[in-house]
């Protein structure tokens, strides 16, 4: 599969506890991005990438969130002290950047449940 | 972008008949508007994006129309098929590259 994949794909954890999420783009992707998409609404941007430089950060992260993409090739998202508000879809998307309108492609997804 | 607006929220068709769904952008630097389609615990999928330069542009089924001056751009879905339900999402890249998302339409093709 040459896609977007994300692992894992699903994540239950109890309120407090820290959680990893990892994403790995298509191959030659350089610009990298996370969204989250709680039930209901329109993915919303939280951070991107291009190529390990984290370039735009969001007001939705928190400082609980971190992201890094130490290599510039898969990227990670954790989420410290975790809330029951925290519980979304954590998406991935990549694309290859020779300008600024390129289309992003979407990973599945992380659905995370905080309890 | 900084705001989309998408409607309507719903929308339930024949199957053969159109669909039309349509949003509003207020970021006067957006150039790039996709249009995705999600299924039930699926990925979003682009189905057809324009580009500022470009008023419309379609692909089979599919059409997007583009009215910069009043910031607005629609998707238009001819011949239904119950396949064609989803939800489906509009979005615009501004002076940033990330996307913001319209809040989304339910997509029902009634067979």
């Known amino acids: 599969d040459t896609g977007v994949s994300q692992d894992p794909r699903h994540k239950i954890t109890k309120r407090g506890q820290n959680v990893t999420f990892r994403c790995d783009p298509i191959?030659?992707?350089?610009?990298l991005y996370w969204y989250r998409q709680t039930l209901g609404q329109g993915p919303e941007f939280l951070t991107y990438?291009?190529?390990?430089?984290?370039?735009?950060k969001s007001r939705l992260l928190s400082d609980r969130f971190s992201a890094e993409r130490p290599k510039g090739s898969f990227s990670t998202l954790e989420i410290q002290r975790t809330e029951q508000g925290d519980s979304a879809m954590y998406l991935c998307?990549?694309?290859?950047?020779?300008?600024?309108?390129?289309?992003?492609?979407f990973g599945p997804g992380t659905r995370l449940l905080v309890l | 972008g900084e705001n989309v607006e998408q409607h309507p929220s719903t929308l339930s068709v024949q199957e053969g008949d159109s669909a039309v769904i349509k949003c509003t952008y207020s970021?006067?630097?957006?150039?790039?508007f996709p249009w995705y389609k999600q299924e039930l615990g699926k990925r979003p999928q682009l189905i057809i994006d324009?580009?500022?330069?470009?008023g419309e542009k379609k692909d089979q089924r599919i059409a997007v129309t583009l009215n910069k001056t009043a910031k607005h751009f629609s998707l238009h879905i001819t011949e239904t098929q119950p396949e064609d339900s989803a939800v489906y999402f509009c979005?615009?890249?501004?002076?940033?590259?990330?996307?913001?998302f319209g809040g989304g339409t339910r997509l029902m093709v009634k067979p």
């Open positions: 979005a615009d890249q501004g002076a940033g590259n990330m996307l913001t």
């Open positions: 970021d006067s630097a957006s150039n790039y």
């Open positions: 998307a990549s694309t290859h950047s020779s300008g600024r309108e390129e289309t992003q492609y």
């Open positions: 324009i580009r500022s330069n470009v």
């Open positions: 990438f291009q190529n390990e430089a984290q370039l735009e």
């Open positions: 191959s030659e992707h350089n610009r």
